[in-house]
């Protein structure tokens, strides 16, 4: 199974980068992030022409995963059950996305398999990336028996 995050601005350098690089570096799966960028920046429309860009990079077939506030607040176990139970269902492309700072489109929520929330808190999203990126290594190790999940 190969990873994607496809998320919505750059990280450039700094302490989100530094987190995200972090664990990026550690997770063996085959693994790509895919920053997409609205040139207009601000005013109306901005969340369609984000969604577009990210429609656009998503792979095709993909099992969808979309991070936003209104999703389930699931641990780091039952995310780890899920990406097995996908792996072993023979998926090929898991994308996960991250919108901008106005978050995702419905359309795109609803079409994703799984919207996920990290608490109830309202998180940057350049700040995300890092933590999904501890969240994939994690469940990396917690389906490989090792300990680092207990730690």
Known sequence: MHF????????KRGVERDLFDHYARRIKWPFEMHEVEDRKADGPGR????????????PAGATIVALDE????????????????????????????????????????????????FGRATWPHLLVRGMLAEQLYRAQQILAGHPYHRG
């Open 4 to 11: 994607h995050i496809v998320a919505v601005g750059r990280l």
């Open 47 to 58: 969340k369609a022409r984000e969604a577009a860009l990210i429609e656009a990079s998503l």
């Open 70 to 117: 209104t999703g389930r607040d699931l641990g780091s176990d039952a995310l780890a059950k899920r990406v097995a139970e996908w792996r072993d269902n023979g998926v090929a492309d898991l994308a996960f996305v991250i919108g901008g700072a106005d978050g995702l489109t419905e359309s795109l929520r609803r079409r994703a398999q799984l919207v996920v929330a």
